[in-house]
């Protein structure tokens, strides 16, 4: 047998492996969404009024065949709540799925880089001072003054990894070491900074 016989039979087998593996992960994807409208609708249908999971249904999808009550019930009250919890979450794990692809950890989460203990200042100082880094935000002081902080981490890693990265010459954030333990560092003493001015507030 030749060697172009060999490597066609092994390029035809890792085809079909791929596509085998492509077909099992669009079938968990599929079968993920299924779940999610599931309960998404059993989450909608739960509560104290008299509703079947049926009607919840046909309200959903008709909208215009819902009482006044149904309407109120279902289409003003439980299905914006039900979405924007399966959009946060949706965001929270993209969120996580990067930080953790980033920094090569499948334990990091928001606390590695101090993301969490600068939220937590900002909101602390919305909370025992009244003050607001943005102006006129209303009742939503307290959640800006978080994203504010936590973003101003964020962008304080930057510089850590251009710097990071001028001394290892890769570009890759997935394979630059140098980068992923200099910003392991910054965010421990981004911890230990807020998680001090936390304890004084």
Known sequence: MSDGTLLTSEALSLVRAYKRRSMRRVTLVILAFFCLAVLVVIDVNTGPADLTIWRTIEVIFDRASATPKEDVIIWQLRLPVAIMAVAVGAMLGVAGAEMQTILNNPLADPFTLGLSSAAGFGAALAIVFGWSVIPGVGGLFVSVNAFVFAMITV???????????????????????NAVHFQRVAGLSAIRRFGKFNSRS
């Open 155 to 177: 962008l304080r890693l930057v510089p850590v990894y251009q710097i990071a990265r001028r001394h290892s010459g890769s570009h890759d954030p997935c394979r630059n070491r």
